[in-house]
């Protein structure tokens, strides 16, 4: 009956009026797309409705797993709806223990050499956090700076990076030999403001070696970080 049947199949066979809400999901679904219906609700992600559901299962494992066993050594950003949320309670945590007004404080980046599951403790202070791509160049491990891309390559897969907390002063953000990096959810490079006043894209700036390169160098080559692919 009417009542056994979820409501998009019922409005295929016919038993309940197809709205135009439940065409344009059937549609969707025939063409591989996240229904409009389900990303207005979703995280933002250019993914196709497979990628997708593979995402989507992923983030709710590192979560179950983060409230049933306890907070992890590294911290998966894609899974995060808000990661600046996440971070200004990471930073907040830092000022409580520290006894430090968390106006003051902000995130020194360091990449370091490690992969999550090079991971086994946690930092000494601040947080570690994986999952960013870089796109329109890729970060050397070896050298511990950005160099170009390799032919036919158009992302690169970060290593763990190092957010440690320290107190902002007149240099903050200007060290010599750092290219201030963009990071954002998703290719598209484009957002609108939320309720909070953040970008619904843009995440916040860290600082990655320039290496034999100025940064103007690539901010030529629009280098930035993500923390999806759109395949």
Known sequence: GVQTCALPICAIKGLVVMSSELDEMFTALQFQK??????????LSLQPLGSWYKDLIARIEFMDKWITQGPPDSFWMSAFFFPQGYMTAAVQTYARDK???IDTLDFRTECTKMTPEDISSSPPQGVYIYGSYMEGARFDVNLGHIVESNFG???????????????????YG???G??????????SRAGTLSTTGHSTNFIRLLEVPTGNQPPAHWIRRSVALLTQLDD
Do not use: C, G, R
């Open 34 to 43: 996240v229904p409009t219906l389900w990303a207005k609700v979703s995280y």
């Open 174 to 176: 200007k060290t010599p």
């Open 99 to 101: 006894k430090i007004a």
């Open 153 to 171: 390559e158009t992302h690169s897969y970060m290593p763990v990076i190092w957010l440690d907390p320290v107190i902002k002063d007149a240099t």
């Open 178 to 187: 750092m290219y201030n990096i963009p990071f954002y959810k998703v290719s």
